[in-house]
């Protein structure tokens, strides 16, 4: 059978939404037809085991979350300096707070790697690319810091997210003050 990649991304989307919404124990094949509005066994159709599905979730996440290319052809295109690695770092916050059930889904795969060795290979795997792609960005740009601040960084936003989407420690402060400070203090 021909796989139509509009429908995977479709029920993959779907996928994201019950899992930011049931975690990752309410995410079944069945869970996601549903919402996919696609006939009962659509889904086990394009992602034949549960494996297989949180693959295609983690995929799509990549996806929802890259940056996109004006962004990235604009900063190209700067001088290198801290207000540009903030600039950089908010656009990292922005997509991930603006894209709520991805965030949220992304926050619960990784929360079944700590269960499921076969999803923390996975999500090892892809976050290990993730932080190579960021390391290899801030080196071509120029930008303060290398593997180890990034490292940081990612740690920082983490928190930052899991605050900002449930419920916040300091609701009063902006998130652009928060991560203007976290540029200040990482990179000496």
Known sequence: M?????????IADAGLAVLAADGSRGLTHRAVDSPAGV???????YFRTRDALVEGLVERIG?????SDDD????????PSRELFADYVRDIVRRLSGDRDVTLALFELRLESSRR?????????????????????N???????????????????DGLL?????????????????????VEGLLR
């Open 139 to 157: 080196e071509s740009a120029g930008l303060p810091g290398g593997r180890r601040e990034i490292a940081l960084f990612h740690y920082a936003i």
């Open 162 to 182: 899991l605050d900002r989407l449930t419920t916040p420690i300091d609701p009063e402060t902006s998130t652009d003050e928060i991560v203007d400070d976290l």
């Open 117 to 137: 060795p076969e999803s923390a290979a996975l999500l090892g795997a892809w976050q290990k690319a993730g932080l190579d792609g960021d390391v290899a960005f």
């Open 63 to 67: 996806e929802r979350l890259a940056p």
């Open 72 to 79: 990235l052809a604009r900063r190209a295109g700067e001088a």
């Open 39 to 45: 006939p009962t066994g659509t889904t086990s159709n």
């Open 2 to 10: 021909a796989k139509n990649e509009t429908r995977r991304r479709l």
